[in-house]
């Protein structure tokens, strides 16, 4: 008598998490323009159909992944910010700026927001996926740290030279122009 148990069959929402972690490898890897849902399928080891029965196009799918990306963020920062040494702007800014360089040490989660950004040029729906995103982690940024528009800004535009060392190798590089651009930033 054998006593193989019955094959359990997966959810649509667990299907949905495999294909949207597959899909996340295979965006960060090619970007939105050069990544096919029969790659992200075929990975995922499921039919093309069944992935355009849970994303009904490769836009929506991408932009679940986008969000998805936007989710780890927040959760990273506020983490950091319940963490962080003392109360003051500074003070939580400086936690949240940590865990997000070491966030994008995960080079797909820092590619996924790279190629997010350049097909938002052209595409609107990923366009308004990174125009939501920032919007809340902006606000989240600014209620948590109590930090001023300045401030927020900052710790902003610190985690986009963060993105630029970090994309170009610049941190591996040791003349005059890397020192400049990498002096104060923390990256992994």
């Keep these: 008598m054998?006593?193989?148990?019955?094959?359990?069959?997966?959810?649509?929402?667990?299907r949905r998490e495999t294909v949207?972690?597959?899909?996340?490898?295979?965006?960060?890897?090619?970007?939105?323009?050069?990544t096919t849902t029969?790659?992200?399928?075929?990975a995922a080891g499921i039919s093309q159909a069944?992935?355009?029965?849970?994303f009904p196009s490769k836009e929506l799918l991408f932009t679940a992944v986008v969000e998805h990306c936007f989710v780890q963020v927040r959760a990273g920062l506020e983490r950091a910010a319940a963490d962080a040494?003392?109360?003051s702007a500074e003070a939580v800014l400086r936690a949240m700026g940590d865990a997000y360089a070491q966030l994008i040490s995960d080079n797909d989660l820092m590619l996924i927001q790279l190629h997010a950004q350049a097909a938002?040029?052209?595409?609107?729906?990923?366009?308004?996926?990174?125009?939501?995103g920032y919007a809340r982690l902006v606000e989240y940024v600014r209620g948590a740290s109590g930090g001023t528009?300045?401030?927020?800004?900052?710790?902003?535009?610190?985690?986009?030279?963060?993105?630029?060392?970090?994309?170009?190798?610049?941190?591996?590089?040791d003349a005059p122009w890397t020192r400049t651009l990498s002096a104060g930033i923390r990256h992994y």
């Design 120 to 132: 938002a040029v052209s595409e609107s729906a990923v366009r308004e996926a990174v125009r939501q």
């Design 85 to 87: 040494t003392g109360s």
């Design 149 to 173: 528009d300045a401030q927020v800004q900052e710790f902003f535009a610190r985690g986009m030279l963060c993105h630029l060392i970090v994309s170009m190798g610049a941190d591996e590089m």
């Design 2 to 14: 054998t006593s193989e148990r019955p094959r359990q069959l997966s959810t649509a929402e667990e």
């Design 38 to 42: 029969t790659e992200v399928a075929k």
């Design 50 to 54: 069944y992935v355009y029965r849970l």
């Design 20 to 34: 949207l972690r597959t899909a996340i490898g295979a965006f960060a890897a090619r970007g939105y323009w050069g």
